[in-house]
């Protein structure tokens, strides 16, 4: 039966002629899904932020501790210590439910930042592409200003005057995040301003809002999410510099990045305090890479046509 | 026309791309010679025609691979040759005229130092000498103003005087075959003519054998000397050019009928109806 | 042929006639311009012409002779222009509204080019009428697709699935979604082989007839002009150089040098042209 029903599926999926709305993206989507599987480093990197969602979904499962519970009796215990799968840092607290815990802040911040700056900078980059002259001007001045500072500089002037914690610092990040995407986002529509297809629609009588989110949006959106992705690993890092630099997430939070900072202290005897939120790091950042890369290669119109 | 006459022979020609849905076969097993004379490839997109100037000249990329019995030009089979002997051939025995003169030449050198470079890659001439035939050969190429073109960049030549350009450089080494794929289809039908007339003249008086790779029925037929047509990746007819007007094969005459005519006005033009027993046929010879 | 025919006998009639039905489409001193300041250059130049009802008009020249921009600045696409340009009788406005759109609409020359990627068919067609508020949309698709004789089985899918000919099918269903009368076409043919462009050329002319539609093409090819329409303009250098009936055309009585160059080179290689033109 399941069986059946399973063969019915693939079937409609690889269907030649799509029958319905729902049909055709479905199968666009399906199609996206194989080359994501041939792929077999860009599906590393997905299984690796399905983890991560995961983690950050069954954390209170998946962790055996409390992440904010002190036990000074079991302080710095190594790696593999009964009960202390990573071993625990100076309050006693279990490094591995830390992380697990941590990955929800992690998370909140990726999500935060991506829907909020490569939207606005799509929007910015778009609109100023389309309209061309003194609006075109005066948007991409002001996105080269904040493209002139270099970003952690830009957030850490920014957190200093907003005052430290974890909203402050997604918000900074985000600030400084925008103007690459708007710049992409103008370069895309610089191509694509002049072609036939805008030309047919602004015949048909399209206002300026229509032609922007039905006919821009679509085509800048898969370079903008491949761009996002790659991103992602540089919004972790700054994230967990910020933290690092304790301007961030504020203790006893388990942020990789102040993990790090207050394991700092005994990097030499105790290792591991630092280095497994490090790796958690390394790990993620190394995912949303690989999934870009191959983002990259799947939502490539020019590439479908095959 | 006698063996001492050809300059190329191909046999059992075959280009395959290997694709998601299975191999795709461009050319499939094609057999054709030129002599010192205009030879017109006519067909349509996928005919599989522009494949066969290009893998005359081994230019096939992979994942695409091609084969043949053999193609021998002036008595050598090109296939027994390493890259580097088609380095010594292509552009120097063999040139090839692409369509678009924009994307062949490179834009940040002077029009004068490419043609120059491809004359000094495969002769020792001297600065000085180099210099003198490429204004010699702008010239031939009807280009008025030889010495200002010299030092102009691509970008800053119209589209028929970059066709002419291109044209230049590839005859400067003095080929024994042109290779000529749509050389004239992105040109106005003036400047389509002036090119047309600079390779018409260059045949009869280098005896240079050309291969003129074309969509235009018209354009082969009063041009060309002999046409193959090409459906499907074969030769499905050959005939010379004067009678293609007369041509048997049902694609032909097709494609003929499907032509607007400036003389022959007729209420509603014919449509093609494709047989898919065309794809199955032999592929013609022509040998000649 | 037989269409033009009766149209030249028709001519003299209306004029006699009292009320004579203003122009479909009518051009007068049209210029446009691109670039600005110093740079701005005057690519078309005192262009005037006049379509009735059910004509098919041709404006013929080479790459650079101004002649689709003179049907961009027609459509508004083009912005900086002066001179006349009215509808039925009525001043375009500057600013084209709906209304111009629903009468008058384009085809382009590459429909590898004018078909939005990401857009299924389906997408397409039904845009028009989301723009305007029409109804029925589901229906008029079908009724579209069967009309430029494609299934609907095309309906959903998306414009990388489909030939060049069947693109530009799409694509002239889409200009016919508003019911337009006018239909502007830029080289619609251009981009595709001889069989696929025989099909076209059919199919426009098979809707001219059915909806009474009035053409104003544009092309380089004077055979493909010599069999859609029945007056043609030669453009040169931004300036329509000649006006002429196809079957002048056919005569080879063009008066300006240029026509006849066109003319000849039409027809093929011919190793004397020089000495002729």
């Given amino acids: 039966m399941t069986q059946t029903s399973k063969i019915g599926l693939r079937a409609w999926l690889d269907a030649e002629v799509p029958n319905s709305r729902l049909h055709a993206t479905a199968i666009q989507f399906y199609a996206g899904w194989l080359k994501l599987l041939a792929n077999p480093l860009a599906f590393i990197g997905f299984l690796v932020i399905v983890l991560l969602v995961v983690c950050a979904a069954f954390a209170p499962l998946l962790a055996p501790h409390d992440p904010l519970t002190q036990d000074l009796g079991a302080r710095l215990l190594p790696p593999g210590s009964d009960g202390y799968l990573l071993g625990s840092d100076e309050l006693g607290r279990d490094i591995y439910s830390r992380i697990i815990y941590g990955s929800r802040i992690t998370l909140l911040i990726v999500v935060l930042v991506a829907v909020t700056a490569p939207v606005f900078g799509l929007v910015v980059g778009t609109f100023a592409g389309y309209m061309g002259g003194w609006i075109d001007e005066v948007l991409m001045r002001i996105t080269d200003i904040f493209l002139a500072f270099p970003k952690l500089v830009l957030a850490l002037a920014f957190v200093a005057a907003l005052g430290a914690g974890i909203e402050n610092a997604i918000l900074a990040i985000a600030i400084t995040a925008w103007p690459p995407y708007a710049r992409i986002a103008r370069a895309e529509t610089l191509t694509m301003r002049n072609s036939d297809f805008i030309a047919a629609v602004q015949l048909q009588g399209a206002g300026t809002a229509h032609i922007l989110v039905r006919h821009v949006w679509p085509l800048c959106l898969s370079s903008i999410i491949v761009r996002m992705t790659l991103d992602m690993a540089g919004i972790i890092l700054t994230a967990a510099g910020l933290g690092f630099l304790g301007l961030g997430a504020q203790p006893p939070l388990p942020e990789w990045g102040a993990m790090i900072s207050a394991g700092r202290k005994f990097i030499l005897d105790q290792w591991w305090v630092a280095t497994m939120p490090g790796l958690a790091i390394f790990i993620v950042s190394l995912g949303f890479n690989l999934l870009g890369d191959g983002l990259r290669d799947i939502l490539d119109p020019k590439k479908s046509k095959s | ?288 | 042929m037989r269409r033009g025919v009766r149209r030249k006998v028709c001519l003299p009639m209306s004029k006699s006639s009292s009320i004579k039905p203003p122009a479909a489409l009518e051009v007068a001193a049209l210029n446009v311009y691109f670039g600005q300041g110093s740079e701005r250059f005057q690519a078309v130049k005192d262009v005037s012409f006049k379509l009735e009802k059910g004509d098919s008009f041709g404006l013929v020249g080479e790459s650079g002779s101004g002649k689709s921009t003179v049907l961009r600045a027609i459509s508004g696409l083009i912005a900086d222009w002066d001179g006349r340009i009215s509808t039925d009788g009525v001043v375009v406005p500057r600013h084209r509204n709906k209304a111009f759109y629903r009468r008058m609409q384009m085809v382009f020359q590459d429909p590898y080019a004018s078909l939005h990627p990401r857009h299924t068919i389906d997408g397409i067609l039904s845009e028009p009428l989301k723009l305007h508020g029409i109804k029925d949309r589901d229906a008029k698709v079908l009724k579209a697709l069967d009309d430029v004789g494609l299934g609907k089985s095309f309906r959903f899918r998306y414009p990388h699935q489909l030939s060049g000919g069947q693109r530009q099918r799409v694509a002239v269903a889409r200009a016919l979604m508003l019911e337009p009368e006018i239909l502007l076409l830029d080289e619609p043919t251009s981009a595709l082989d001889v069989s696929v462009q025989a099909e076209i050329l059919n199919l426009l002319n098979d809707l001219r007839r059915e909806r009474n539609l009035t053409f104003l093409m544009v092309t380089h090819d004077l055979a493909v002009v010599a069999h859609m329409c029945q007056k043609i303009a030669v453009m040169n250098r931004g300036e329509i150089v000649e006006v002429l009936s196809v079957e002048q055309m056919r005569k080879e009585t063009p008066k300006e040098a240029y026509t006849k160059e066109l003319l000849t080179a039409s027809r093929g290689y011919d190793p004397d042209f020089f000495s002729v033109a």
Avoid at chain 2, 90 to 105: A, E, Y
Avoid at chain 2, 148 to 166: F, L, N, T, W
Avoid at chain 2, 193 to 205: R, S, Y
Avoid at chain 2, 208 to 233: E, K, Q, W
């Fill in chain 2, 1 to 288: 026309m006698n063996d001492q006459d050809t300059l190329l022979s191909v046999e059992d020609l075959w280009v395959r791309f290997p694709s998601r849905r299975g191999v795709v076969e461009a050319v499939r097993g094609i057999s054709f010679s030129v002599g010192r004379e205009r030879i017109g490839i006519v067909g349509e997109s996928g005919s599989g025609k522009s494949m066969t100037g290009r893998s005359i000249l081994r230019l096939i990329r992979p994942p695409g691979d091609m084969s043949a019995k053999e193609i021998r030009f002036k008595g050598d089979n090109l296939l027994d040759y390493s890259e580097k002997q088609m380095r010594s051939i292509r552009g120097h025995r063999i040139s090839m005229v692409m369509q678009d003169p924009k994307f062949s030449l490179n834009p940040v050198m002077t029009v004068g130092a490419q043609i120059e470079e491809a004359y000094r890659l495969h002769s020792k001439a001297s600065k000085k000498e180099a210099y003198r035939k490429t204004i010699e050969m702008l010239e031939a190429v009807q280009i008025r103003d030889a010495e200002r073109v010299y030092k102009a960049y691509p970008h800053e030549v119209s589209g028929g005087m970059g066709q002419r350009i291109m044209i230049a450089m590839m005859l400067i080494p003095d080929p024994d075959l042109l290779i000529a794929d749509e050389p004239t289809s992105a040109l106005d039908v003036t400047v389509q003519m002036h090119v047309l007339a600079i390779l018409d003249k260059l045949v009869q008086e280098r005896g240079m054998g050309l291969i003129f790779i074309s969509h235009d029925l018209n354009l082969v037929s009063s041009f060309c000397d002999r046409v193959l047509i090409m459906y499907g990746g074969r030769i499905v007819e050959t005939c010379k050019a004067d009678e293609l007007h007369n041509a048997q094969h049902p694609y032909t005459r097709g494609l003929l009928a499907a032509l607007p005519q400036v003389d022959k006005p007729v209420e509603t033009l014919a449509v093609l109806e494709r047989d898919e027993a065309w794809r199955a046929q032999e592929s013609v010879s022509a040998y000649e």
